[in-house]
């Protein structure tokens, strides 16, 4: 199975078009549409609130330089009206997942489900190795469940994140091999949480009292710290000395404990 980071790069730029819809690549002129979507209270009512400054000025930065980006544009007026997004699911690694936001003025006439499903399809048809998608809602907002619902999503899983209950959902196909599937999926990500449990009792104390911002620490913590920076992603090890020349301690970017091997060149997260 390809990374879905490397599927997108095979078969993007792309540009999707439905009866009502043209979806195309974000560009810099959607920049306007990027604030409304990220700063608008009722669009963002499930999805964390309106965001910050500095979120926005880097959404504006990035979309148009990442595949898997499209801006939803309505093609009886050519007005821009929405984004969906594919990219790797954070949760469970070689999943894919969907991502959208509309207007409030675009709500209650389909023009979500319309753009959600061509997004579907297209990964589907387009990066058949890509992995399997995904898309996670929070358990309060019925109308993005029965949009997924019904463009034939199944949900899958249910858990806790953000302070939130929230619904996974995949595309409905083989019954037997989309359970079969999400069981190795899920069991992964239980799996990873047990191995940051067990990073962190490992940790040594000095690795336990880092703080999550490690910007904070002075020269002479530091100086204190291994100088490596191991793994693919450059993670910060949590030990001062003796560990092994392959077991690492750490933090992900979200101050998470993880463990990680680096012999053969491959990360265990």
């Not at 019925?142 to 949009?147: H, T, V």
Request: net charge negative; aromatic share 6%; hydrophobic share 40%.
């Amino acid at each position: 199975m390809t990374s879905v980071d490397d599927a997108l790069r095979l078969v993007w730029p792309a540009e999707l078009r439905t009866d009502r819809l043209h979806l195309r690549p974000v560009t810099t002129d959607d920049s306007p549409l990027v604030r409304q979507l990220l700063t608008d209270a009722t669009v963002r009512a499930h999805l964390g609130g309106p965001a910050s400054e500095e979120r926005v000025a880097a959404r504006q930065t990035t979309y148009p330089t990442t595949a898997g980006a499209w801006t939803v544009v309505r093609a009886a007026d050519d007005q821009p009206v929405g984004l969906v997004t594919i990219g790797p699911d954070h949760r469970c690694e070689g999943a894919a997942e969907i991502s959208y936001q509309l207007l409030p003025s675009a709500w209650g006439k389909g023009l979500g489900r319309e753009a959600v499903a061509a997004a579907v399809s297209w990964w589907t048809e387009a990066a058949p190795k890509g992995g399997p998608m995904v898309a996670v809602t929070q358990a309060a907002n019925a109308g993005s469940r029965r949009l997924l619902e019904s463009i034939g999503m199944t949900l899958v899983d249910e858990f806790e994140e953000y302070g939130q209950p929230q619904c996974l959902y995949t595309p409905a196909g083989d019954q037997e091999d989309t359970d079969l599937r999400w069981a190795r999926l899920i069991a992964e990500r239980v799996d990873t949480a047990e191995r940051r449990r067990g990073a962190q009792a490992r940790a040594t104390a000095m690795g336990q009292e880092l703080p999550d911002n490690l910007t904070a620490l002075s020269d002479g913590d530091l100086a204190q710290l291994c100088p490596d920076r191991h793994g693919a992603y450059g993670r910060i090890c949590a030990r001062t000395a003796g560990h092994l020349p392959d077991l690492h301690l750490g933090r992900a970017p979200d101050g998470a404990w993880i463990a990680w091997l680096t012999s053969d060149g491959l990360e265990d997260t």
